[in-house]
């Protein structure tokens, strides 16, 4: 059955509504009743969308991780300086939920091989050095040793281990600013 444009918007409203839901109680303990009552939908309109939790789960973690390489590539196209362009990007791939109630939730979804994601972060995580690195090559000649894919490396680990420790976003984006100044003078 072919989905037109407003099951396709309801089914967008329901991937944004459970990812807070999984981020707050854990795949495990999220239901399809607590997914529906959050996205304001009945619960055999919830599985008109999704055949079960684990697809639900799926869609909801691809419909955020393709939203964060779409700010990221966004972030990357700009005419800003090759500096703001990679804090951008950074922002937008690890920064997104720094400083809210579901931060640590969503890292441990995402991050940690959670039910039934397999390799799905692992290949955005690909993704999301891949154009890093191609940001530093682009940018022109390195000094040093150092390759464009290295940058990229050390900079996407100074951002995770930064955005459980900062406060708030702001600070995760100085910091990010911080670390990008250091690595691009390699």
């Given at each position: 059955?072919?989905?037109?444009?407003?099951?396709?918007?309801?089914?967008?409203?329901?991937l944004?509504?459970?990812?807070?839901?999984?981020?707050?109680?854990?795949?495990?303990?999220?239901?399809?009743?607590a997914?529906?009552?959050?996205a304001?939908?009945?619960?055999?309109?919830?599985?008109?969308?999704?055949?079960?939790?684990?697809?639900?789960?799926?869609?909801?973690?691809?419909?955020?991780?393709?939203?964060?390489?779409?700010?990221?590539?966004?972030?990357?196209?700009?005419?800003?300086?090759?500096?703001?362009?990679?804090?951008?990007?950074?922002?937008?791939?690890?920064?997104?939920?720094?400083?809210?109630?579901?931060?640590?939730?969503?890292?441990?979804?995402?991050?940690?091989?959670?039910?039934?994601?397999?390799?799905?972060?692992?290949?955005?995580?690909?993704?999301?050095?891949?154009?890093?690195?191609?940001?530093?090559?682009?940018?022109?000649?390195?000094?040093?040793?150092?390759?464009?894919?290295?940058?990229?490396?050390?900079?996407?680990?100074?951002?995770?281990?930064?955005?459980?420790?900062?406060?708030?976003?702001?600070?995760?984006?100085?910091?990010?600013?911080?670390?990008?100044?250091?690595a691009?003078?390699?």
């Amino acid at each position: 059955m072919a989905m037109n444009r407003g099951d396709a918007r309801r089914r967008e409203h329901v991937l944004a509504a459970a990812l807070p839901v999984f981020a707050t109680f854990g795949y495990r303990k999220t239901s399809m009743d607590a997914v529906a009552q959050a996205a304001d939908i009945s619960r055999p309109g919830l599985y008109f969308f999704f055949a079960g939790k684990e697809e639900l789960f799926r869609e909801t973690m691809r419909q955020a991780l393709d939203q964060a390489m779409g700010d990221v590539r966004a972030a990357l196209a700009t005419d800003d300086d090759i500096q703001a362009r990679l804090v951008s990007a950074l922002d937008a791939f690890l920064g997104r939920y720094v400083g809210t109630h579901i931060n640590e939730g969503v890292d441990t979804l995402v991050q940690h091989g959670t039910a039934g994601l397999n390799d799905m972060y692992d290949d955005y995580r690909a993704a999301f050095l891949s154009a890093l690195a191609q940001a530093v090559a682009a940018s022109g000649p390195l000094t040093g040793a150092v390759t464009p894919r290295e940058i990229a490396e050390v900079l996407h680990a100074a951002g995770t281990g930064w955005k459980h420790r900062v406060t708030d976003r702001a600070e995760f984006v100085d910091r990010l600013t911080t670390a990008v100044r250091v690595a691009m003078r390699s």
